[in-house]
């Protein structure tokens, strides 16, 4: 086995995409988890995906999974990469890859949970 584990996209010969969580846990701002990377083409970022609420198998197999749903036709793929206890966030880091033309295009996105406050009993 490789020290990482990707998933990857084919592209035009000199395009690539390539998605990947480290093997060994690390702690980052006090939090346990796995340290990322993502790269499109001359992009190329690093991300932290916590492991409170998912496995490192859990991130691999959602990213595998988007990814053959984006080749199979569907006209995204939504890559969470930190999944944490709603309790303690009202965000889900992500990164969208979708296909222009013949090419794959990655952007950054924030999905922002909504909640509802409970409203005070009415007084008569």
């Given at each position: 086995m490789t020290s990482t584990y990707a998933v990857g996209l084919k592209m035009s010969k000199n395009r690539k995409f390539n998605i990947s969580?480290?093997?060994?846990?690390t702690i980052y701002l006090g939090e346990p988890g796995w340290c990322g990377r993502i790269s499109c083409n001359e992009l190329e970022e690093s991300f932290f995906s916590p492991s409170g609420c998912w496995s490192r198998l859990d991130y691999l197999v959602h990213w595998k999974t988007q990814l053959e749903n984006l080749l199979a036709g569907?006209?995204?793929a939504k890559l969470i990469i930190s999944w944490r206890d709603f309790k303690d966030s009202n965000f889900i880091p992500a990164w969208i890859v979708f296909k222009?033309?013949?090419?794959?295009?990655?952007?950054?996105?924030?999905?922002f949970l909504i909640t509802k406050e409970p409203q005070p009993s009415r007084i008569s």
């Open positions: 969580l480290s093997p060994h846990k569907q006209s995204f222009v033309e013949q090419e794959f295009a990655l952007r950054n996105k924030y999905f």
